[in-house]
């Protein structure tokens, strides 16, 4: 089965660190979003790139966030400096986005990354 | 903005009981409906898709009709197992954003 490939699993760093988890889309999709689950906030919409361009990444804090898709097998969301706040855990997605809406695109999850932030 | 509401949980269940989980939703235009499950540890699942008003998804025993009059799309099952048990998100995709919304998930539970 094609799957999301997302590192690492989980991750415990220090209040200030930069922290950079990576996501491997499945081949041949070319939209990847990112989305982070707390228990408070449920699932939240980060940013979401289509053929490599970001489209929205307004649910993203600007000042220690950054989201970046190098090539089209490579996705990174990197944090700096990591607050405790932004413990959560933090899902990769990639979809098939074609030029006209399609209801049926479907967007494949990777299983996360579990982020500590002490 | 798009909005998604779902029930509160936890529901907890016997085994070969019948599952209701409802969800509604507010959009603009006409959005494409999902029920994803996250089972512990793991990332989302699809479990079913509905894109027009009055498609029924199915899928593993699961079913869920979008109804467009009173915008819902609630999950149902006749009779649950114990493996179901997991989180249930419902969530929309607009015509525009073309990103996921999700509720805010209700967690399963199914007892032997």
């Known amino acids: 089965d094609a799957r999301v490939t997302q590192t690492p699993r989980h991750k415990v760093t220090e209040m200030g660190q930069e922290v950079t988890m990576r996501c491997q889309p499945i081949l041949g999709h070319n939209t990847v979003f990112w989305y982070r689950q707390t228990m408070m906030q449920g699932l939240e919409l980060l940013a979401y790139f289509r053929n490599r361009a970001p489209l929205d990444d307004s649910g993203m804090p600007k000042d220690r966030f950054s989201a970046e898709m190098p090539d089209a097998t490579l996705a990174t969301l990197k944090i700096q400096p990591s607050e405790p706040r932004d413990s959560a855990v933090y899902f990769c997605?990639?979809?098939?986005?074609?030029?006209?809406?399609?209801?049926?695109?479907?967007?494949?999850f990777g299983a996360g990354s579990r982020l500590t932030v002490l | 903005g798009n909005s998604v509401t779902q029930m509160e949980g936890p529901v907890t269940l016997s085994e070969e009981a019948f599952l209701t989980i409802n969800c509604t939703y507010t959009a603009t235009g006409y959005p494409s409906l999902f029920w994803y499950v996250q089972y512990p540890g793991e990332g989302l699942q699809l479990l079913l898709k509905a894109t027009k008003a009055d498609d029924k998804g199915s899928n593993k025993g699961f079913e869920a009709t979008y109804r467009k009059e009173t915008t819902s799309f609630h999950l149902e099952k006749g009779s649950v197992q114990v493996s179901d048990s997991a989180v249930y998100f419902c969530?929309?995709?607009?015509?525009?954003?073309?990103?996921?919304?999700f509720g805010s998930g209700t967690r399963l539970q199914v007892q032997p």
């Open positions: 969530a929309l995709m607009d015509t525009g954003r073309r990103a996921l919304t």
């Open positions: 997605a990639s979809g098939l986005g074609t030029g006209g809406f399609s209801g049926a695109n479907v967007l494949t």
